[in-house]
Every structure is written in structure tokens, then in C-alpha cells.
């Protein structure tokens, strides 16, 4: 106290003494008696300074003891007598009375009367003391957990704080915390399709060495490491060491993904599912689903299942396609049976329909009705983006088959069957009314997973890596036993492919372009499909205009739509599309809407996963394709936000380059023997 209070007046006093001593050493020139005299008196002053200073922390405490005494006899011998450790703050924020124990055991017989507040309750505001029952506080290298109760007396407020040394209790709930244990699920999720060519001595080599990474990243910690199959392994380890993993992002994934296969340049790679719950069989459950969720957002990444829901590290890979179709003829023929059963089927897409959404919904309400039961697709045809589908319907007189979202509601019934076509989430479904009366439910999707799922699917047939809901639809037609669709639905589903694969540009594999093959055949004409993306001149110039006026960030294209319209979501799409023709652009993001709501359209050719900038916004979507919605929020901020996601993402992809460089220079090593 005396530091503090000396220092605050030494600048005062160092210009005083410094005048004073200037004009002695000058007298001494003019006249030595005078220079005597005045020697005289400075060193007085010096001394009378020296005396009041070593005398302001008595007079201060006298002065804090007189304040302290708004305490009345009794308040003041009740606290001093107090078994714990009890002090007495203004609320000015100053020490003003402690007892006996409280300077013992809290100040370590270090005085402290007139100190600031902070000095005794660290990082704790005073204004919002008096709302807490208690806080929490380490000093000294001790925990304590402070109550507070407001007291006021002769109109001056004040604050008892009672102080409770729980050092130990604390240390062992936090050692209790940190040694929890919590369950990880490793899967290696392209195996099949990465080493299907590979020689057996090579499998092994591989599958070796991604077995050392794992148990050298699992030696690291306390855990235990078991392999229960081929390409699935079982980790157990503490929490201590969890959060470090976490800290570091899950680099193993890098590791892994460096390992050379010598197979065309391809990698494996690892998934990843996280669970901390309150007993091992809850933990081991939370895991399987985290698993299950970074499956279905594509592979390559970790999921960890928290309270809130989902957090997700990774995911910077392409997806690797599935080459066996067995899953596909099980779904098509539990599909068969399921609307076999039905009384009617409802057939339903996301909001803002395109053809990938509407081509599949109505092959497979075609579907339903060479089944002999009743089907409709579910759309508002003011807000579809698909309306020349419709238009190519309703002039082959069968405009029927699409009705409005109030008429699907009447047509419910205890048997009705709502297939949910390209979107699992319920909050983006053209009538969220509809799927939560329905009392069945089956999903057809190929979006990566997003934590906003249907839940009551009784078949959820989900390919992340499928290039379109079309293409998972035509190879479900080539399993069930009423394959007959017309030429308008193969020409539909084609244009739903075309669509969502930018021309058969991306997320093409083997099966994309056999279901191509397979429309074709039924009579899919590829002039008539090219038809329905035709657009007006406005569109047109809305689509040059969002061109032109682009801005380059970090190798990513930023657009920004300030006009709004009905057919901006249209030209948003294309100009998006047409952005990653510039070069040295990896991704392309283009902004629209109102004052109230901005949506933003993102695209990539796969190097750069917009996904997970549009997630970080509240979206979703593809490695190559995804969108987010922006409420409350001017496009201004949206772009604010937008650009702080981008520079997360180049953040993170830097970080796991670096780590994969790492990676690659210990594999050559060791392939080097080194």
C-alpha cells in the first residue's frame, strides 16, 4: 500500500525536490550564506518528506479503521470472532476490515487494510458481486469459494465475504474430471475402395502402418488401444487426454491420410467418433453415433457427441465412391414393400425446389403409382426454382402429380408414407407441418449428414457420396418390380443429375455415369434436358452483373446480390458456377436477399470444403455445393461473418497442410530406412 501511494504522489514530489535543489546549487554562485542557509532547510524538508511518507500507511490504516467503523460493536466482534477467514469490502473497491483468521490464513500476515478489492477477489467485478451467492477465486496458489452477503449500515453499503480454503476437494473433483474415461471409435473408411486392386503382401503394409501411427498417437496418452476388425478399432483413454487431442485436432487423421498407397495417388483415410458420457456402456453409445455421424457427412473427420449437439474437426478430403450396389437393391426392395403397405404416398424436397428435387420426388411418385396407390409431389409452385419441370408435366397431362402443400395435409391418414427426397433436415423441408404429422417417414438423400436429421426414417437411405438425389433414385428404380417410368421422369431424373453434377463435371464416379447410361436407355433425351435449364435475359444479366462486380479474397470469389428479386436465387446459383472459371479461384461464394434475411450460395471444385465455412455460418451441404441463411443480419454483416469463416477455414487448412507435410517427410523415411 505504501508502493502504490508513494508512487501516485512521486511525480509531484520529484519536480518539488528537483526545483528545490536547482535553486540551492544557483544560490551558491550569488552567495555562499544564502547557499548555506537554504542547504539547511532543503536537507529539513528532505527529512520532514521522509517522516510523512514512512507515516501515510499508519495514517491510512488509522483513517480505514475510523471508516471500518460504520460496524457497529457487535458486527465487528461477531466477525472477529468468525471461525473462517472474514473480510469487509466497500463498494468503492478497498479492503476495509478483515479479522484475525482472514490475515493468518488468506494474506499470509501481510497487511492489507485500504488494499484494492482485486487484491483479495481476483478477476472479480464489483458491481455484479452483490447478484452471486458466491464465487469462486484462486490466490496464492489456493482455491477458495467466497460468499458474499451485501450489508448496509447508516446508509453505506458494504460487502462481508466469508473465505473457504477448498484447495483439496477442488484438486480432487478436477483430477476426478480429468481422468474420466471416454470412448473412441477409429474406422478406416475407405479400405474396400482404395485397396480393392491392391496384392495382399501391399494390404498388409498399408494396413501396418496405419496400425503403428495409431498405436504410437494412442501410446502418447494412458489409453488402451484394440483392433475388433479389420478396419475398426476401439480406444479408451482419459479425459486429460482427450482435450489435448482436441487441442491438436485430431492430427492423427493427417498422419494417416500421408500414408502412400501407390495405388493411383489415392489415400486412406481415417473417421472418427468421440463420446463422454456418464458410464462406459453411455459413452461407448455416444461414440457409435458420433461415428455414425461423421460417416454420413462424407468420412475423414471427427465427430465428438457433446451436450449440445455435435462438434466436428476434419473433413478436408473427397469422398470415395461406393462400387458395390448391394445396399441399394436391400433399400429398393424394403422401399417396395414400404409402399406396398401405405395407403397413400406424399413425396417431399427441401424449400426453393430445383430438379434434382423435383425430378427425384416425381420418379418416385411415379413410382408409388405403378404401385396402384395414391401419389403426389408435395411443392409450392411460387417458390419452386424447378418450374419448368412442372410446365413439362402439366402439358403431358399430368400436372396432377404436383399439389400444394395445404391440399398434402388433408390427404393424410393413419397409413400415409412421406418419402423426403435430396434434404434430412427438417428445418429446410418445403412443409415442416406435414413431415411432423406424418406417421411414416422414409429419406432419400445424398447431402452430407448435418446434425438437424430426421430421426423416425423407418429406411434412411443416405450416400454422401452420391453426385445427386437423381442418381440414388434411378439405381433404386433398376431394384423394385415396378421399374416402368415414362421418358418425362428419366428425363427428369437426368437433368437432376446433370444439374448437381455441373454438366457430369463433379462428384462424377462409376455409378454416376451408369445411371446416366441407364436413363438414356429408357429414352432420356439429352436436347430436352438441356432445354430445361434455359433462362431469360434477365436472368442472364443478373448472372453477368453478380460476375462482374466479384471481388477476389484469398484465392476465393465474393459476390454480392444488392437488388433481391424473384429469380435471384437462380442467377445467385449460376453466377456462383460460373465464378470458378476465373483463375486461381478454389471457391465462390455469392450473397443475397432482403434487409432481414441473406442467403449465401457456395461452390468449389473440391479442394476447398465449403461445407464447413457454410456450417460455421449455420448451413450446410456438399464438399463441392452448400448454402447457409443469414437472419437478422444486413449483407454487411453477412459479408463481415463471411470473411471471418473464410479465414478460419485457411487457418485450418494451413494447419493440416503443415501436419501432412510433417506426415509425408516421416513416411519417406521410412521408406527410406531411416
Known sequence: ???????????????????????????????HIIFYVEAGVMVAVLVFVVWRLGRMQYDIRRYLVRTAGVLNQGDQDSLAGFPLPTAVCSLDGEVLWYNDEFLRQVLACRDAFGAPAAQILPEVDLNTLAEQPFVDIALDGRQYTVYVSPLRVRDT????????????????????????????????????????????????????????????????????LRKFGTDRFLVILEQRHLTQIIQNRFDIQDRVRAVHTNLQGASVTLSIGVGSGETMKESAQLANQALEMALGRGGDQAAIKTRNGYDFYGGVSKGIEKHTKVRTRVIASALAETIRSSSNVLVMGHRFSDLDCLGSAAALAVLAREADKPAFVVTQRSRTLAGALIDRYTAAGQGDLFIEPADAMTMLQEKTLLIITDTHSPSMLEWPELYQK????????HHRRMVD???????????????????????????TAHNHITRLEAEALLAGITLDTRNFVMKTGVRTFEAAAYLRKLGADTVEVKRMFAENMHTYRRRADLVAHAEI????????DMEGGDDVRIAAAQAADELLTIKGVEASF?????EQNINISARSYGDYNVQLVMEALG?????????????????????????????????ERERARAVQQKANGYSADERKGV
Not at 438 to 445: E, K, L, R, S, T
Not at 553 to 560: D, G, L, R, T
Request: hydrophobic share 45%; net charge negative; charged share 20%.
Open 453 to 479: 436429421c430426421v430421426e423416425n426414417a423407418v429406411i434412411f437411405y443416405h450416400e454422401p457420396n452420391a453426385s445427386s438425389a437423381c442418381e440414388l433414385v434411378a439405381e433404386l428404380i433398376q431394384y
Open 1 to 31: 500500500m505504501k508502493k502504490r501511494r508513494f508512487w501516485s504522489i512521486f511525480p509531484s514530489l520529484a519536480v518539488l525536490i528537483l526545483a528545490l535543489v536547482g535553486f540551492t546549487v544557483a544560490s551558491y554562485f550569488e552567495n
Open 157 to 224: 453499503k458494504l460487502f462481508v465475504l466469508y473465505y473457504f480454503d477448498n484447495t483439496q476437494l477442488k484438486e480432487i473433483a478436477q483430477e476426478y474430471g480429468l481422468s474420466r474415461p471416454s470412448v473412441m471409435m477409429l474406422y478406416i473408411d475407405n479400405v474396400d475402395e482404395v485397396l480393392q486392386t491392391a496384392r495382399e503382401s501391399e494390404r498388409a503394409q498399408i494396413l501396418g502402418q496405419v496400425e503403428n501411427l495409431l498405436e504410437d498417437w494412442v501410446g502418447e496418452t494412458t489409453g488402451i
Open 590 to 594: 455469392v450473397l443475397f436477399g432482403n
Open 619 to 651: 448451413g450446410g451441404g456438399h464438399l463441392t455445393m452448400a448454402g447457409a441463411l443469414l437472419q437478422d443480419c444486413s449483407i454487411e454483416q453477412a459479408k463481415e461473418k463471411l470473411l471471418q469463416a473464410v479465414n478460419a477455414s485457411q487457418t
Open 438 to 445: 406424418a406417421p411414416i417417414v422414409v429419406v432419400v438423400d
Open 553 to 560: 479474397y484469398k484465392n476465393v470469389a465474393i459476390a454480392c
